[in-house]
């Protein structure tokens, strides 16, 4: 099956004016402080890697389709909220959703290029500040069941990255002939999106990533905790967090009065946010990747030990 082309994706840089730029990251008032160039940073294949496999909001279009029962269109209609998702090592995306959904209803019977999807990432910084929304990313491709062989080892990858909650209803998906939920339609479904298209627009800026690229990334290995981490330094190490300031330099100055908060964590280093009338983003690298949280817990009192020299 070759890949699909030219499924719409929302562009980073599409408005109602051709000549003007916007920002997914815009929020109407003020866009999106970008970084400096110079600091390390995942790979667009990575970010969007690691927003597939977190807990970020996920929304599930599909253009054009319509609801075989009705003859509605589904976006009209909604496509229901994947509670669980995943990336197998081909790259496709796994998705568990209802089986009352119409993302369900319409991919029942979709074979190879019949059903095209898009899927929506929006990443929401776990902490109050300007600009809250950090990125979004895009996946579109073609929809299809999971069926036969490849169930079981669809399940044990969402089980991996979803242990528990989301996956209540997994075991009745993997049955042989689900349970008819209302309506006589299976209460879960695992769908798989073999993707042919992405594009992410985040703190980094915006770029579309290969398929291939995708499969080959993992996920940043601080993702699962960076939201708890985030909120952590802002609630108790706040003053120590502001103190980073002694390491901007020439731009000390510029971050006075105004208000710090840590804004995003990864294993290369800490992004803090400046919030006045100014805003601006400064990145805080760590001497070495870091792999799991008893580094980080070193990386950061570095950091804090820097600062305060």
Known sequence: MSRPH?????????????????????????????????????????RVRTLVESNASVSLTLPGARDAQGGHELEELGTGVPVARTVTPDGDVILLVSGESAAARAAAHAQDDDLTAVIEITDVAPVSVPHRIRGRAWLAGWLTPVRGDDRVPAALLLAERHPVGELLGLGEALTEEPLPGRYGRPAWQMLRLEVGEIGVDDLWGAESVHPDELAAAEPDPLAAHEAELLQHLAACHGEQVRELCALLGAREAAAAGQRVVPLALDRFGLRVRFAGERPFDARFDFVEPVRDVCGLRRAMRSLFEAAGH
């Open 6 to 46: 030219g499924i719409p994706l929302p562009s980073a840089h599409r408005s109602s004016d051709e000549n003007t730029s916007t920002s997914a990251c815009d929020d109407g008032r003020q866009s999106q402080p970008r970084p400096r160039e110079g600091a390390r940073q995942l790979t667009g294949a990575e």
